[in-house]
């Protein structure tokens, strides 16, 4: 397995328009989280799940934002109606479920990100 | 809210000096924390992981402590190289919750 995966690596689209980004994760991991990043910031969260079922979104997931992970193993991240301000470095991150005994530390490994640009 | 803060926000050394990161938190209860590296245009790398339990791990020429009481790590680089060139981040892992907050990143320049 040669990592988390994503696709495509850049997209640039005008304003209104809808994108759709997709992560392969590492095959083993049951966790995978998105992320947003934009220049001079670290990641900010957006949404993570545990196999199939979405359990956590943040509030900077507007209703513009959805997204699957279908049969929990990849997963898509669709932006309708693009913004300016939607701009910014997408990542995907997996990881195995953390266990309290800490036999599994659930450290998170990152693709490459999607940057996208909206004119 | 917990907030992550790393300074300085850049560092410029000469190849070989060793050098300290530095990242604190605002919010004790965390399960973990973890280092990234980050080249330009690219994804994250993951460079160290300690669980809340532990105070320090070393994986090469890289070692990171944690005291969790104060809220602060630090990220050691030993005998600096200008591969070392790079977005360095850290990140936490509330004790309940799964959303890890990142810094801002100190971004390092190694001169030859």
């Known amino acids: 397995d040669t990592g988390v995966s994503q696709d495509p690596r850049h997209k640039i689209t005008k304003r209104g328009q809808n994108v759709t980004f997709r992560c392969d994760p590492i095959?083993?991991?049951?966790?995978l989280y998105w992320y947003r990043q934009t220049l001079g910031q670290g990641p900010e969260f957006l949404t993570y799940?545990?196999?199939?079922?979405?359990?956590?979104k943040s509030r900077l997931l507007s209703d513009r934002f959805s997204a699957e992970r279908p049969k929990g193993s990849f997963s898509t991240l669709e932006i309708q109606r693009t913004e300016q301000g939607d701009s910014a470095m997408y990542l995907c991150?997996?990881?195995?479920?953390?266990?309290?005994?800490?036999?599994?530390?659930?450290?998170?490994?990152f693709g490459e990100g999607s940057r996208l640009t909206v004119l | 809210k917990q907030e992550v803060t790393q300074i300085p926000a850049a560092l410029s050394v000469p190849e070989g000096e060793n050098l300290v990161l530095n990242c604190s938190f605002t919010?004790?209860?965390?399960?973990?924390l973890q280092w990234f590296r980050q080249d330009p245009g690219k994804g994250l790398t993951s460079l160290l992981l300690?669980?809340?339990?532990?105070r320090e791990q070393t994986s090469g020429r890289l070692n990171a402590s944690l005291d969790k009481s104060s809220g602060r790590s630090t990220l050691y680089i030993a005998a600096s190289q200008p591969g070392d060139s790079a977005t360095y981040l850290c990140a936490v892992r509330p004790l309940w919750g799964n959303d890890m907050r990142f810094g801002a990143g100190t971004r390092l320049t190694v001169k030859p």
């Open positions: 991150a997996s990881s195995l479920r953390p266990t309290t005994s800490g036999t599994r530390t659930g450290e998170l490994f």
């Open positions: 919010d004790s209860a965390i399960y973990n």
């Open positions: 300690i669980q809340s339990s532990q």
């Open positions: 799940f545990q196999n199939e079922a979405q359990l956590e």
């Open positions: 095959s083993e991991h049951n966790r």
